[in-house]
């Protein structure tokens, strides 16, 4: 399944320390405890950053890669209310 045409690929992906650490450090800045990153990989494996999106969708991305979003982002809403 993909969201925009039949060449666009869904996968989970290790990023790389320093792209993890830029993107916490966007969402930090933004002050969001959650967020949709969007980035592209180039064919010389560099990562572009697209947008930061404050109330991301992620049930269509749930369904295409079968990644867990829902219950993670329940488990963090979950602790958030028991601090």
């Not at 295409?64 to 993670?72: E, K, N, V």
Request: aromatic share 8%.
């Amino acid at each position: 399944m993909s969201r925009y045409d039949a060449r666009t690929r869904y996968a989970k992906l290790a990023l790389p320390s320093d792209v993890r650490r830029r993107c916490v450090a966007v969402a930090r800045a933004c002050g969001l405890d959650y967020t949709g990153i969007d980035l592209v990989r180039t064919p010389k494996d560099e990562y572009v950053f697209l947008e930061a999106n404050s109330e991301p969708a992620w049930l269509w991305i749930e369904d295409a890669t079968g990644l867990p979003i829902t219950r993670d982002l329940a488990a963090l809403l979950a602790r958030r209310a028991k601090a």
